[in-house]
């Protein structure tokens, strides 16, 4: 907000105020703090929350990629290094009745392991089964001419601890090569055909296997947190380390199947027939959690089998014509209707809210209550597509393909508007199938398409169980708006009445961070939006309408905006007399104030402070707007460690949203000297810079110290 002018309610909101209003299976990116498995996770809403406390860089959001296939290379990783101390160690050791049999029998063990590392690398999982389980069998082997040494051990344990070294080593070896021999058992278990009725059971299989290794993994840590590392040869104790530092990742990848298993139960109907809403959301047309609900299918799934497929043709416009309620939109969507309904709900851009709004609307439209929402992206189908391969419509006399689906959908409903979604309900069941006839050396690629889908936010799900949504919530899979420990940034994109023309739309977002001598941090954040369209084309040549909301730290002050694009009023429509206020909008509106120079709409939603305005660009132009905030903490770290100071960023990306390039210049005053940056970020004269493609959520830190 500039120097003097005030912030305005508008008199049409004036009365709101007074109102009230969270890999598929393997692959995950953030280390999260979990929720006890008793507790459900917290309701998000539209209310206000003091700001997180400054602090230095949290563990909790330093990233981690870490999935199922490094996981278990890891696996043989780990044993393998855990050898070469061993077999200096062994050197050391002056046992010559002994050493001979001990270190050949690691030496063995330490081949077999090379070798099911080399298998799991090319997945030849019933190859690297055999060697991991020659392996343990070398170390068994190894262990046992040391524990057959009787009182001539323990005598040379007193005296040289060494043995003991060696020992325990062995053991955490052992324990490692049998959690490897688990996993790649189960691994080449679905290697095999999988179909619908066969999947939940290999799946119990596979959490069976699972659990095993991480016991065996569990009881290699428990040795090597035993382990003296002052009796390891000295270039190998750094080695030993990190795998010692490795294991509790080792021991959250379990934790995690734990809940994806969980996750996998309720969706695929094991204990009871779930009811499952899918929503396909266009991304095309960007909308808060995705894209436009322009389609949705309801799905009965028991142990594993659809028995029921609802896909209406007329899409969600066919569940709109239904609502009982006529409700107020929120007032951005009055561009194109004042009243609210199924495929605008997903209006808020933390996806449990979304999903509790869309279900709201459902069951008001006469649809069954559901439990749970499962929404997909055309990104998702593609990835599909490519598993499969091409299928046949005859109905539209189309092969449909991964490069040809989102043009056929859009051509299909251009030629047929009365039914516009009767392309998906012809193509989706089809898909199904084909995807659960994959063969066996399919099934894991497909794990990963969908893994990748999730991190990405391509796939977003919410349980209505508090149970079922807690484990969602700590797999990261919900879609909800994050928390964090000191700065935050989301830029949320709504096309409203702007075609389908998002993929046509080239984003770049820059921050320039400034921290002044006196410890206060001003942001200044430029949206770059390029519109590739051709002007002349039908689809092409429509304008992209965008309402940008910018989410920071509660407490942020905005101090100016520019760039944006002023809608007329009279554009606006007005809603109907009987039309009722929703208690949701009212709570986010009633907050709403409005800088009088900008235009811009200031709420506070999630936790957050929010920026919302209008970037309006046309085929062939490119438009830069500008906001320039405070944030709502300092630089200065005070306490035991008052000469430090930190500040971090986590960047959320909004679902749907392919790609944006974000680059951010972070100044910082001479006083304080960087003593730690995160290793993406590159030390330029002057100032520290990031330039990251936004696929996924990212998070940046920094530690420096006063001079």
Same mark, same amino acid.
């Given at each position: ?30 280390? !999260? ?51 070469? %101390? ?201 909308? %808060? ?281 009279? !554009? ?136």
């Amino acid at each position: 907000m500039t120097a003097g002018k005030a912030l305005v309610k508008p008199q049409a909101q004036q009365h709101m105020s007074q109102r009230k209003v969270r890999n598929f299976l393997f692959g995950f990116s953030w280390k !999260r703090v979990r929720t006890p498995k008793h507790e459900a996770p917290p309701v998000p809403t539209v209310i206000a929350k003091e700001p997180p406390p400054p602090s230095l860089v949290d563990e909790q959001f330093v990233t981690r990629p870490f999935g199922w296939a490094r996981s278990l290379a890891g696996f043989s990783l780990a044993a393998c290094a855990l050898m070469i %101390p061993l077999v200096a160690a062994s050197n050391i050791e002056k046992i010559e009745t002994i050493q001979g049999r001990v270190l050949g029998a690691s030496t063995e063990a330490y081949q077999h392991l090379e070798d099911a590392q080399r298998a799991v690398a090319s997945s030849q999982y019933s190859s690297a089964t055999q060697s991991f389980k020659q392996a343990e069998e070398q170390f068994r082997s190894a262990q046992d001419e040391l524990n057959g040494s009787g009182s001539l051990l323990e005598e040379v344990v007193k005296v040289i601890p060494h043995v003991d070294t060696a020992q325990r080593i062995l053991n955490a070896g052992s324990d490692l090569s049998l959690a490897g021999q688990y996993i790649s058992e189960a691994l080449s278990s679905v290697q095999s055909s999988v179909t619908a009725a066969t999947f939940v059971r290999q799946l119990e299989g596979f959490s069976s296997s699972l659990q095993d290794a991480g016991g065996a993994v569990e009881r290699a840590e428990q040795e090597l947190r035993q382990v003296n590392l002052s009796y390891v040869p000295a270039e190998h104790r750094e080695r030993l380390q990190k795998i010692l530092d490795s294991l509790p990742q080792l021991q959250e990848f379990f934790r995690d199947f734990t809940d994806a298993k969980q996750v996998m139960d309720a969706l695929l109907g094991v204990n009871e027939t779930s009811r499952i809403l899918l929503l396909f959301q266009n991304n095309a047309e960007l909308r %808060p959690t995705g894209g436009f609900i322009g389609s949705l299918a309801l799905l009965d799934i028991d142990e594993g089998i659809i028995k029921n497929m609802e896909v209406p043709e007329g899409g969600a416009y066919d569940i709109a014509g239904q609502l009982r309620s006529n409700v107020i939109s929120p007032t951005p969507l009055h561009l194109i209707n004042p009243h609210w309904n199924i495929q605008d709900a997903n209006w808020f851009p933390d996806f449990p809210t979304s999903a509790r709004k869309v279900t709201w609307f459902y069951e008001r439209s006469g649809g069954p209550s559901v439990d749970a929402v499962l929404a997909l992206t055309p990104s998702v189908v593609e990835s599909f597509l490519d598993m499969t391969g091409p299928i046949q419509l005859p109905a539209f006399e189309v092969t449909v393909t991964s490069e040809n689906v989102r043009r056929l959908a859009q051509d299909s409903e251009q030629q047929d508007p009365t039914k516009p979604k009767r392309f998906i309900s012809e193509l989706f069941p089809i898909l199904l199938n084909k995807l659960f006839s994959l063969s066996g050396d399919q099934f894991l690629p497909l794990v990963d398409s969908i893994t990748q889908a999730f991190e990405s936010k391509n796939i977003l799900l919410a349980f209505t169980d508090p149970n079922d949504q807690c484990a969602v919530v700590t797999l990261g899979w919900d879609g909800g708006v994050r928390q964090s420990p000191q700065d935050y940034l989301m830029v949320v994109h709504t096309n409203i009445g702007g075609g389908k023309t998002d993929r046509l739309v080239d984003t770049f977002v820059s921050l320039t961070t400034t921290i002044k001598d006196d410890d206060t941090i001003t942001q200044t954040l430029s949206i770059q939006r390029t519109h590739t369209g051709a002007p002349l084309d039908g689809q092409q040549g429509v304008r992209n309408v965008d309402y940008i909301r910018t989410y920071v730290p509660a407490g942020s002050i905005l101090l100016e905006a520019r760039g944006f694009d002023r809608i007329p009023g009279w !554009r606006f429509q007005t809603p109907e007399s009987d039309a009722t206020l929703d208690p949701d909008v009212t709570g986010l509106e009633g907050t709403l104030l409005v800088d009088e120079v900008s235009g811009t709409r200031i709420t506070q939603e999630f936790g957050k402070t929010v920026f919302g305005n209008w970037i309006d660009v046309g085929p062939g132009e490119s438009r830069t707007a500008t906001f320039v905030y405070q944030l709502p903490f300092k630089f200065e770290k005070k306490g035991t460690l008052s000469q430090l100071a930190s500040y971090s960023l986590l960047m959320q990306k909004q679902p749907g949203v392919e790609y944006t390039a974000f680059i951010q210049k972070l100044y910082i005053p001479e006083a304080y000297e960087t003593i730690w940056h995160d290793n993406r970020m590159s030390q330029e004269t002057g100032y520290l810079l990031i330039s990251e493609e936004l696929s996924t959520d990212k998070f940046f830190g920094l530690v420096a110290r006063k001079k």
